[in-house]
């Protein structure tokens, strides 16, 4: 079971390129999220999509932009890269009447 | 807004000993689900344990138990017997309904 899979694993940027983080999940779940996890900070909601076509503000959406391209995917683009993206990003699925949300791996991002 | 806090960033406990781990949330909402995650150097997030705030009995699963006060919006978490595995870091999350707000977590260091 691949269940929720995140690329790259690591990645270094330059201030102000751009690049996509792709999630998928084959566990069929209608719910998908991007978090980034900072030091001392938690893990914070960048965006979520509910349903396939629908996606919404997190806490921390500034500078993001989010694909819920189909039920399976749901990518996280930064289209000017900077130093305060530095973080470890989280995708992450949970089916819509389910508990437990299942995380990805992550993906190191550094911004320099 | 709805928050969570850890107010202990980091925390040791001596093998086969008992610990707890305090957290507190902010709401509004009657009716939510409370996590505890544990996160190893591996960046795995791994459910710990869950708690439905409609019922009053404290979850169990194995060696880790809650103390839910719904009353004092107080969900600690209590690992008996603490083995050098459950050395990582450990989050609190909250979730009223689509989303799940993350706590700043707290570090959690096993003595041999």
């Known amino acids: 079971n691949a269940g929720v899979t995140q690329t790259p694993k690591f990645q270094v940027l330059k201030t102000g390129q751009s690049m996509t983080l792709q999630c998928a999940q084959d566990?069929?779940?209608?719910?998908m999220y991007w978090y980034r996890q900072d030091p001392g900070m938690g893990l914070r909601l960048i965006y979520y999509?509910?349903?396939?076509?629908?996606?919404d503000k997190g806490e921390v959406p500034n500078g993001y932009n989010v694909s819920r391209l189909n039920k399976r995917e749901f990518s996280l683009r930064l289209e000017s890269a900077a130093p305060s993206q530095t973080s470890v990003y989280f995708c992450?699925?949970?089916?819509?009447?389910?508990?437990?949300?299942?995380f990805g791996s992550g993906t190191q991002l550094s911004v320099l | 807004a709805q928050t969570v806090t850890q107010s202990q960033p980091e925390m040791s406990v001596q093998e086969a000993e008992t610990v707890t781990l305090s957290c507190t949330y902010d709401?509004?909402?009657?009716?939510?689900?409370l996590f505890w995650y544990k996160q190893p150097p591996s960046r795995q997030m791994i459910l710990v344990i869950r708690?439905?705030?409609?019922?009053?009995q404290n979850a169990t699963e194995n060696r880790f138990s809650v103390n839910f006060q719904k009353a004092a919006k107080s969900f600690s978490l209590k690992i008996s017997d603490s083995q050098l595995g459950d050395a990582a870091m450990y989050f609190c999350?909250?979730?009223?309904?689509?989303?799940?707000?993350f706590g700043q977590g707290t570090r959690l260091t096993i003595n041999p």
């Open positions: 992450a699925s949970k089916n819509t009447t389910g508990r437990k949300l299942f």
């Open positions: 566990m069929n779940h209608n719910s």
């Open positions: 999509s509910a349903s396939e076509g629908t996606t």
């Open positions: 709401t509004s909402e009657s009716d939510y689900y």
């Open positions: 708690q439905e705030a409609y019922k009053q």
């Open positions: 999350a909250y979730r009223p309904a689509r989303k799940l707000v």
